[in-house]
C-alpha cells in the first residue's frame, strides 16, 4: 500500500472507534485510537490473511491479548471485509457478534478470547510453540498493553518463548504509558522495558507507533530475525487523532459523549483532508 493509503485507512479505523463507542454508550478509546496505525499497517502490509477463508491453514495469527482494545480489531477486520463495516454499529449490543472483549468463533478473523489480562500474551506464546514444532511458517503477532506487563503470567511466557527460541512470535507492546486507574509509572513503574526483553533474550525493536515509515521498518527487522522471539516496543499516543483525548488516562475506558463524537469526528474529517491534501 501507498503511505498516503495507510494513513487514510488508519484515519478511517479511528472514525469508525469514535462511532462504535459512541453507539455502544461504553468501552474503551484512549488504546484503540493509538494502536490504529499499526493495525493498518500489519494487516495493509505484512500479515498473511484471506478474509474469504478465516480459517486458511496458512495465515499468520494475530492475538489480541490487550482485549479491551477490540474495537480497533474490528474496525480493522471490517475494513478488509472479513464482515460488513455497517455491522460495527452493534458493538456490545446484545446478542451481537462484536462482543466487549474478543470471544474466539464468534466473529471471522478473532483468533482468542480476551479479558483476563496475561492470558492472550501465554496463549500466543503456545500457539507460536505448536506452530514452529509442527515446521509451519505461520506468524503469530501478539498485541500487549504496557499495563497489561503488570502481569507476572506475561513473563513466565516470555521466559518460554526464549527458550523455544519462537521466531515466528512478534509481541508488540503498545507503549502508551496509561492503565485504567493513572500512568503506568504513577500504577507499576515498568522503568526500562526495552532491558526487561533484552534480559529475556529476546529481539528488541523500539520505534514511533504512530509513525507509519517507522512502523513498516520495525516490521520489516522483525522479519528478518532468527533463533529468538521478537519484542516491537510500540511507542504509541493514547487517544491518538482526538486532541482533547490525546495523552489522558482518563479516556482509556470511557466512551465519547455526543458533544465528545461530534468535536472528535471534525478533527479526524480534517486529518483526513490534510493527508488527501498531502499536508499530513
Not at 54 to 73: A, E, F
Amino acid at each position: 500500500m501507498k503511505i498516503k493509503e495507510v494513513k487514510l485507512l488508519a484515519n478511517n479505523i479511528r472514525i469508525d472507534i469514535i462511532k462504535m463507542l459512541n453507539q455502544a454508550k461504553s468501552g474503551h478509546t484512549a488504546g484503540p485510537l493509538g494502536m490504529s496505525d499499526l493495525f493498518a499497517v500489519l494487516y495493509g502490509e505484512f500479515l498473511k490473511f484471506d478474509p474469504k477463508k478465516p480459517q486458511d491453514k496458512k495465515r499468520d495469527y494475530v492475538i489480541l491479548s490487550n482485549g479491551h482494545t477490540c474495537p480497533v480489531l474490528y474496525s480493522t477486520l471490517a475494513r478488509f471485509n472479513y464482515f460488513p463495516i455497517s455491522e460495527l454499529k452493534t458493538l456490545r449490543k446484545l446478542g451481537s457478534r462484536l462482543q466487549g472483549h474478543p470471544h474466539i468463533g464468534a466473529l471471522p478473523g478473532v483468533e482468542n478470547s480476551g479479558g483476563p489480562l496475561g492470558q492472550g500474551f501465554s496463549q500466543a506464546v503456545g500457539l507460536a510453540a505448536s506452530l514452529k514444532r509442527e515446521n509451519k511458517e505461520n506468524k503469530v503477532f501478539c498485541f500487549t498493553g504496557d499495563g497489561e506487563l503488570d502481569e507476572g503470567q506475561c513473563w513466565e511466557a516470555a521466559l518460554f518463548a526464549a527458550k523455544e527460541k519462537l521466531d515466528n512470535l512478534t509481541i508488540i507492546v503498545d507503549r502508551n504509558h496509561i492503565q485504567i486507574d493513572g500512568t503506568t509509572d504513577d500504577v507499576l513503574p515498568l522503568h526500562h522495558l526495552n532491558k526487561k526483553f533484552l534480559s529475556f533474550d529476546f529481539a528488541v525493536i523500539e520505534f514511533d507507533g504512530n509513525n507509519i515509515g517507522q512502523i513498516r521498518e520495525a516490521f520489516k527487522q522483525a522479519n528478518k530475525i532468527k533463533d529468538k522471539p521478537v519484542c516491537l516496543i510500540a511507542k504509541t499516543t493514547p487517544g491518538k487523532g482526538v486532541s482533547f483525548m490525546e495523552n489522558d488516562f482518563h479516556w482509556h475506558g470511557v466512551a465519547p459523549s455526543d458533544q465528545d463524537t461530534q468535536l472528535a469526528l471534525k478533527e479526524l474529517a480534517e486529518i483526513e483532508k490534510n493527508i488527501i491534501g498531502g499536508k499530513a
